[in-house]
C-alpha cells in the first residue's frame, strides 16, 4: 500500500507550488517513494472526515498503514526516517538538520504568513496600511539577513542536501520575492533547492492539479 | 559533562515561566538529565558568541559533546531521543507524539505570538487597535476550539504524557488567560501539565534566576 497524501482539490495559488502538499512531495520524491493523493476541497477540509485526519483542517496529511498525521514537518521527518536521502547518518547531524526543519516552520515561516495574511485577511480593516506592511517587512528582513550570514558561501545549510534544506527552501519560497533578492545567496540558494531535479517532479505532479497548460519552466 | 543550556539572564516576564528555556528544562526533568545553564544578557544575545550558537539570536540553545543545537523543539526532541520518558516506544505513536510537537510551535504558537507581539511592538503605530487585537484574538480562539475538540476529555493529546504535551502546554501558556479559560479542557490540560513533578521542578528552577522572593505555589 502507498502512503496517501491530502493535497487542495484547486490550489489558491493555480499552481505555483507554494502550498505545503509541495513539501511532502518533495520529500517522497527525494527518496524515491511512490504515493497517492487524496484531493480535499475547501468545503471538505472543514469536514469531519477531514477533522479526523487533522484537527486543524489543512493540508498536507499523511496515512499509512493506519498510522494518520498532519503537520508538514511531522510528514516530512517521518518520511525522512524511514528512507535515506533526507537526513544524514551521524548523529550530531542528523540532530542539526532537525533543528533546520523547526527553524524553518517555527522561526522563519511566522513572520512570512503573517505577512501574507496581512495582504488578504486584513484588507478592508481599519489597520490596513502600507506602513504596516513595511513594518512585517522589516522583520522578516531581519529573519532573512540572519539566515543569510549563517548560509554563508555553503550550498546547504549544514553539510548536504537535507531534510532542513527542503523545509528551508519552501518556507523561503512563501516570502515575496521583492525580500529574497536583496540576499543574492539566499536567492541562489532556493534556486539550488528548485534545480533538483525530485523537486521538479514534484513540482510538476502539483500543476498537473493546480495549473493549467504545460509546466512552466 | 552535563549539556549546558542558555537562558535569559533576566527574563522579561519576571519569572513566570514563559521564557522558552522553560520548555528544555522541563524535558530535562523529565528525563532526569541534570544540566548546566549559561546565562545570557540582552546584548550578549545579538553577540557573535551567541549567534555562533544560534544565528537568530535568540534562547534557549544546547550544547553536548561538540553538538550545539538551538530551536526549542529540536532540543527537547533530541533529549526525548537520548532518554527514555518523553516519546512511546511504539513507532507509530511516537511519530504522532512529534507531530504534536511541530503541531504546537507551527500551528498553535504564531498566532499567540502574533497576537502577545501587537500588545508591545505594536505600541505606538497607527495600527495599534483593540478592534485589531479582537481579530487576533478570535483567530487563537479558533485554534484553541479546534484543539479543545480534539483533546475531548482526555488527559493527554494521545495516550500518555509526551514531549508533545509538554511543547503544547508551554504554548498554551503563552496564550491570554481569558482565551483559555473559554475552554475548560484546555485549562485544565494546562493545570494537568502545571501539577506534573518535574514541570514544578523546572519552574522553580526558572524562578530562582529570574523572580524574587520564595516560589510561587
Redo the contacts between chains.
Keep these: 500500500m502507498r502512503p496517501i497524501m491530502t493535497a487542495f482539490e484547486k490550489s489558491p495559488d493555480g499552481g505555483q507550488g507554494l502550498a505545503r502538499d509541495m513539501r511532502v512531495r518533495w520529500a517522497f520524491e527525494e527518496v524515491g517513494q511512490p504515493y497517492e493523493v487524496r484531493l480535499v476541497s475547501f468545503k471538505g477540509l472543514k469536514a469531519e472526515a477531514h477533522?479526523e485526519r487533522n484537527?486543524?483542517?489543512?493540508i498536507p496529511t499523511l496515512e499509512e498503514?493506519?498510522?494518520v498525521?498532519?503537520?508538514?514537518?511531522?510528514i516530512v521527518?517521518?518520511i525522512a526516517e524511514q528512507h535515506p536521502g533526507l537526513l544524514p547518518a551521524d548523529p550530531?547531524a542528523r540532530?542539526?538538520a532537525?533543528?533546520w526543519?523547526?527553524?524553518a516552520?517555527?522561526?522563519m515561516?511566522?513572520p512570512i504568513?503573517?505577512r501574507e495574511q496581512a495582504g488578504y485577511s486584513d484588507r478592508g480593516?481599519?489597520?490596513?496600511?502600507t506602513?504596516?506592511f513595511a513594518?512585517l517587512e522589516e522583520r522578516i528582513g531581519v529573519?532573512l539577513g540572519?539566515?543569510s550570514?549563517?548560509l554563508g558561501e555553503n550550498d546547504w545549510l549544514d553539510g548536504d542536501f537535507s531534510a532542513g534544506d527542503l523545509m528551508m527552501v519552501m518556507v523561503l519560497r512563501r516570502a515575496d520575492a521583492r525580500l529574497l533578492e536583496e540576499f543574492p545567496n539566499l536567492h541562489a540558494y532556493v534556486e539550488r533547492g528548485k534545480a533538483r531535479p525530485a523537486y521538479q517532479r514534484a513540482f510538476a505532479a502539483q500543476w498537473r492539479v493546480n495549473g493549467e497548460g504545460p509546466v512552466p519552466v
Excluded: C, H, N
Design positions: 477533522r484537527p486543524f483542517g489543512q498503514d493506519g498510522l498525521l498532519f503537520e508538514t514537518g511531522a521527518l517521518r550530531a540532530a542539526r532537525i533543528m526543519m523547526f527553524a516552520v517555527s522561526t515561516e511566522p504568513i503573517e480593516k481599519s489597520w490596513y496600511s506602513e504596516r513594518f529573519r540572519e539566515l550570514a549563517r
